[in-house]
């Protein structure tokens, strides 16, 4: 990460499932019951992980179909769809968790004054919700879903809008993530993009192409800080 690219950093936006929390268990846990439900084969949860990032509309979708691409009948998907939401809902938090270290990389950005946002595909009340139920909710000004705006990640709009609730320059915001959404809204937004090594993306594979390739990979979420604080520190001198 370089000092130019920081030197103006004023607020960092966070995807939420992959990076901040692990919440496949519960997210499995309920495509596998919406299966049952609908009388369908019942996937495995490494199956369903590798379906998430795009919103519970679009995982509904791929449970169903057991594909990536395919969408499901209409009337089968809505049935699914509204069990999920139910099922989901009643079980947000039963298996989810922050990461290791979230809550310390959270702080001491806290510490240096920068607004935190999360940006995230998963609904908005959803989000919400489990970031209250995590204990992590304090530590944001403002959460923008994938059923927020009238577009989601990988366009750039959430992250440009965000800026301007904030009422600062979006080039002047990190977006932090694990997948390649996260990543191509950065890059389409002008943003400084930060990948995680431990969610549900592969990085490493990401890397590899210069059109998904983060600015800076990081294992914890205190290394932001670790990158961030001696620039801060130079400025107050």
């Known amino acids: ?31 596998q019951a919406m299966c049952a439900h609908l009388g369908l084969p019942v996937l495995p949860t490494q199956t369903v992980e590798s379906y998430v990032g795009d919103g519970i509309s679009k995982l509904v979708h791929r449970v169903i179909t057991n594909d990536r691409e395919k969408e499901a009948d209409p009337e089968i998907w809505e049935k699914g769809f509204v069990f999920f939401m139910q099922y989901y809902r009643e079980h947000l938090s039963d298996f989810t968790r922050p990461y290791p270290e979230t809550e310390a990389g959270l702080g001491l950005l806290k510490s240096l004054g920068i607004p935190l946002v999360v940006i995230t595909n998963k609904n908005e009340i959803l989000a919400a919700e489990l970031l209250k139920q995590l204990n992590l909710d304090d530590y944001f000004s403002l959460v923008l879903g994938g059923d927020s705006l ?65 600015d800076l990979l990081i294992r914890t979420l205190p290394e932001i800080y670790e990158n961030l604080q001696p620039q801060k520190n130079k400025d107050e001198e």
């Open 150 to 214: 009238t577009e989601k990640k990988p366009s750039p709009l959430p992250l440009q809008h965000a800026a301007e609730v904030l009422g600062i320059d979006v080039a002047n915001m990190l977006m932090v993530g694990d997948s390649k959404n996260d990543i191509l809204a950065a890059k389409a937004a002008g943003c400084f993009s930060i990948g995680v090594t431990f969610g549900y993306g592969d990085m490493t594979l990401l890397s590899q192409d210069k059109a998904t390739k983060p």
């Open 1 to 31: 990460m370089t000092t130019a690219a920081l030197e103006h950093v004023q607020a960092v936006a966070f995807d939420l499932d992959g990076t901040l929390c692990d919440s496949v268990p519960d997210l499995a846990a309920a495509a």
